[in-house]
């Protein structure tokens, strides 16, 4: 019998929610100790963390604690050929992706030399900001198929199932499946969302619906208003089109945008138009 969405992604949820109980749990304990030596050990401790909310219990019980709590378990036959190894794939690929993240500051300098740590970070960044679009549009096709909650999952074709398929429900579980759901991809497009250049979005946007008009006719005074902000320019710059912006509103918009156009005109303005207003 399948496992139903809001199970899987609570089963998630709980894993998370005990890493951060005992993390909390040990800086309580390690609160006297001096600062530098505990950001010395962090990424080690994170990393033992992680090994006893993923490792252990399956090293131990064959199930995650979250499972037990939810009385799922990893299907043990995927297209007949027994697959425990990819559990253990699974819980230490999730330690080691966290531990590399932490200390790659310091391992990157020991294991390469100086031409290749730089190439080798953006390679590494481009990976996280690629496992996130991934894990972004796995959720979709999971909210569709309810199989594989997160890429990880996808990709060691690791299912869940329930262990006693025939134990009635004991609740209606329909309001909190939707706030599990809702949750975890409003998480996913609070990472999606940043990426999106809004100066050029807004440019492209503003020329997409802007009317043209036959017979413009503009006037502009020197102390009008600032054209991207509509308040008093501070260190004004005008423009070819005699337009008035603040300093900051303009350079912000030139760095943002390669082709910006003058929000009230439509002038293309380059990097070399804005100049200081003199007095």
Not at 209 to 224: E, G
Request: proline share 5%; hydrophobic share 40%.
């Amino acid at each position: 019998m399948a496992v139903s969405r809001e199970s899987q992604i609570d089963a998630i949820e709980l894993d998370s929610e005990c890493y951060q109980l005992f993390q909390s749990q040990i800086n309580q304990s390690l609160t006297h100790l001096p600062i530098n030596i505990l950001k010395k050990i962090e990424p080690e401790i994170s990393a033992l963390l992680n090994l006893a909310v993923y490792v252990v219990p399956l090293y131990t019980s064959s199930s995650l604690v979250s499972h037990e709590l939810l009385g799922i378990q990893f299907s043990k036959k995927t297209n007949g050929s027994y697959i425990p190894k990819k559990w253990y794939i699974y819980s230490f690929t999730l330690v080691g992706i966290n531990w590399i993240s932490n200390r790659w500051n310091t391992i990157s300098g020991t294991i390469l030399n100086e031409n290749t740590v730089q190439p080798a970070s953006q390679f590494l960044n481009w990976l996280h900001i690629s496992a996130k679009i991934l894990n972004l549009l796995n959720s979709l096709v999971f909210l569709k198929q309810g199989v594989y909650p997160t890429i990880l999952h996808r990709v060691l074709q690791l299912k869940t199932e329930l262990v006693n398929p025939n134990e009635p429900k004991s609740a209606d579980l329909s309001t909190l499946t939707r706030e599990l759901l809702w949750h975890s991809f409003s998480e996913m497009l609070m990472f999606a969302l940043p990426l999106v250049n809004v100066h050029r979005a807004k440019s492209w946007l503003t020329r997409l619906i802007k009317l043209k008009d036959d017979n413009p006719s503009i006037t502009v005074r020197r102390n009008t208003l600032c054209a991207v902000c509509n308040e008093t320019p501070i260190i004004p710059q005008e423009t070819q089109c005699q337009h008035v912006f603040c300093y900051y509103c303009l350079k912000a918009n030139l760095e943002a945008v390669s082709e910006y156009t003058c929000p009230l005109c439509s002038f293309l303005i380059v990097a070399d138009d804005g100049r200081k207003e003199e007095d």
